[in-house]
């Protein structure tokens, strides 16, 4: 028995564009990275572009493959959002080889400055202890994402996973 043919992905399939408003300045910066190799000046896809397809493709679960990610740049709404074309599996698998991750740490870290709590949970008041969140993500892995999930695609062996790193550490204050 085949594989199940996939519904194609409309419109009303993709969630969260408005949150790409604020998104787009900051990685407007990263738009003319890797176009030094591009000779013939005929580059489609940049690398604000990508990184947008890329975030498009985490948080809508519609959106599995790097097919998906390609029809999805095909919606109106999509390329009005990402100010992105049409691209192609082409671009997007040649992407993880054109496009430095390092160019996003700078990114990260400015969107992490901006971070701010959400509330502030009386119960909480209670701990004594400093409670740190760590974070174990590796930057350097976010080009090869893409290409673990077309290779499953493609040749059906591996498991394409993700894993979120925290650590609590407990800190104790001296007393005067």
């Known amino acids: 028995m085949g594989a199940k043919k996939r519904d194609k992905i409309e419109e009303r399939d993709i969630t969260g564009l408005k949150f790409f408003d604020q998104l787009a300045p900051l990685l407007k910066r990263l738009h ?3 176009c030094e190799r591009d000779r013939a ?16 493709y985490l948080f809508n679960p519609i959106v599995t493959s790097l097919r998906g990610i390609q029809q999805a740049s095909e919606l109106k709404n ?15 698998s040649e992407a993880t080889r054109v496009f430095d991750p390092e160019r996003l740490k700078e990114i ?16 909480l008041s209670d701990i004594k202890q400093t ?20 290779r ?6 591996g498991m ?3 894993r979120l790193h925290t650590h609590f550490a407990r800190v104790f204050r001296e007393r005067a």
């Not at 000046?41 to 498009?56: E, F, P, S, T, V």
Request: hydrophobic share 40%.
């Open 152 to 157: 499953k695609e493609k040749k059906g062996s």
């Open 131 to 150: 409670i740190t969140l760590v974070d174990g993500t590796l930057i350097a892995a976010l080009p090869t994402i893409m290409e673990a999930s077309w």
């Open 78 to 92: 999509v390329q009005r959002k990402l100010k992105c074309p049409r691209t192609s599996l082409g671009s997007l």
């Open 108 to 123: 990260i870290a400015e969107l992490g400055d901006q971070l701010q709590p959400l509330a502030q949970d009386k119960r």
């Open 41 to 56: 000046g005929n580059r489609q896809l940049h690398y604000d572009q990508y990184c947008m397809l890329m975030l498009l």
């Open 32 to 34: 003319q990275d890797g």
């Open 160 to 162: 394409v996973k993700w």
